[in-house]
Nanobody, 120 residues
Framework: QVQLVESGGGLVQAGGFLRLSCAAS????????MGWYRQAPGKQRDLVAVITSGGRTNYADSVKARFTISRDNAKNTVYLQMNSLKPEDTAVYYC??????????????WGQGTQVTVSS
């Protein structure tokens, strides 16, 4: 089994910043893509940013130039630096990872979610 543990959420004023972290642990052979999703009340869960094992990144249009995703492969950890936060960024943020648990078995795992609240 693999666990994803997120940290770094909280309450911040508009224009402020937060840094989310997500550490993967357990039976890990290799990790492919890691990403962050978010879900606001009454809305679907949407992709925020994703990073490949080689460091290529992709962002939702709404966060480009404000958010930066990065990862430390040695620590099996992905980060999301969120700057210039807006009230519309308020949501539960979920970490996601595609993990090879053996050389022939791959699964997608989710973290438990961390609340980010941006006040106006």
């Amino acid at each position: 089994q693999v666990q994803l543990v997120e940290s770094g959420g909280g309450l911040v004023q508009a224009g402020g910043f937060l840094r989310l972290s997500c550490a993967a642990s357990g039976s890990i052979f290799r990790i492919n893509d890691m990403g962050w999703y978010r879900q606001a009340p009454g809305k679907q869960r949407d992709l925020v940013a994703v990073i490949t094992s080689g460091g290529r990144t992709n962002y939702a249009d709404s966060v480009k130039a404000r958010f930066t995703i990065s990862r430390d492969n040695a620590k099996n950890t992905v980060y999301l630096q969120m700057n210039s936060l807006k009230p519309e960024d308020t949501a539960v943020y979920y970490c996601n990872a595609e993990v090879w648990t053996t050389a022939w078995e791959k699964h997608v795992y989710w973290g438990q979610g961390t609340q980010v609240t941006v006040s106006s």
